[in-house]
């Protein structure tokens, strides 16, 4: 017995039929390679080690290292280490191999998570992640709703992302007080091109002030007027209207001012 760590994010989930449903929709092949981020008891684990033969499985709390050893033996990888301390693109260099990411993960590193795997975009084939639900809405939100926001746009510059299905509560242990759901992130091989640094910064200074018009979040990057004038974009709009390719659009607009923004995240 496990007794679960809150301060680790531990809500084992309890529902086999779950944990098979979301490595089925993986359709793993035999020589795939999957990396599990917080493997915990082995929920998922035990279903993955039926479908491939190799996983490499990433957790930080040591009994539970411990039980997995018990479990699976020397038939998965276990890399005791906090998951955003793992260089994936060595591990990848190393096999050889782009790899498929699962994890039923800790909600309170969600963002984290997510951005490491997007600094790691280029040797993810594709990454399926239980996360709670409003999270997975905001993942998948599109311009004009709510949910649409930063963490929406990042997501989408880096995969495409699409909701797979619901998971109540009630299937794991401890119960958390939220739903949850699963999201499979498909990662573009190539990524749009723009100026990365310039783009998150100007989504980053834009949503700070989301309620504000674009041109109140782009003077406080330090655009003067003048050189917002000569912008051909309608800067009254506010960032939660623009797509995606919009952004794009408006980082390459900008990009002549890049040295003299004075705000930089
Ligand atoms: N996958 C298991 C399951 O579905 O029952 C456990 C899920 S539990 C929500 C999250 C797991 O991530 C726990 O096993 C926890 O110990 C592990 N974990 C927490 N923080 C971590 C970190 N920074 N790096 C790696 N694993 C972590």
Redesign the pocket.
């Known amino acids: 017995m496990l007794a679960p760590?809150k301060s680790?994010?531990?809500?084992?989930?309890q529902d086999d039929n779950v944990?098979r449903n979301i490595v089925e929709r993986l359709h793993l092949e035999r020589e795939d390679v999957v990396v599990e981020?917080?493997?915990?008891?082995g929920?998922?684990t035990q279903f993955l080690s039926t479908h491939v033969g190799t996983i490499i499985a990433?957790?930080?709390?040591e009994r539970?290292v411990g039980v997995l050893k018990e479990l699976f033996g020397s038939s998965v990888e276990i890399i005791h280490?906090?998951?955003?301390e793992v260089d994936l693109t060595a591990l990848s260099q190393r096999r050889g191999k782009r790899f498929r990411v699962i994890?039923?993960?800790?909600?309170y590193?969600t963002s984290e998570i997510l951005f490491w795997l997007f600094e790691h975009y280029e040797v993810v084939v594709d990454a399926t992640i239980m996360v709670q639900l409003e999270v997975a809405r905001r993942f998948v939100a599109k311009p004009r709703t709510k949910d649409y926001g930063i963490l929406s746009i990042f997501t989408q510059f880096y995969s495409k992302p699409e909701m797979l299905f619901k998971v109540s509560r009630n299937s794991f242990y401890p119960k958390p007080s939220v739903d949850s759901a699963v999201v499979r992130f498909e990662f573009r091989r190539e990524l749009p091109e723009c100026n990365r640094k310039l783009f998150k910064n100007i989504v980053r200074a834009t949503f700070g002030k989301r309620r504000k018009t674009l041109r109140n979040g782009l003077k406080y990057m330090g655009l003067d007027e003048n050189k917002l004038n000569t912008l051909a974009f309608d800067l009254n709009r506010r960032p939660e209207t623009l797509s995606l390719e919009e952004f794009i659009n408006l980082t390459k607009l900008i990009e002549p001012f890049e040295n003299s923004l004075t705000l930089k995240f």
């Open positions: 760590k680790l994010g531990q809500n084992f989930l944990a981020i917080g493997p915990g008891k929920a998922l990433i957790e930080l709390d539970a280490a906090d998951v955003r994890g039923n993960i800790p909600y590193i």
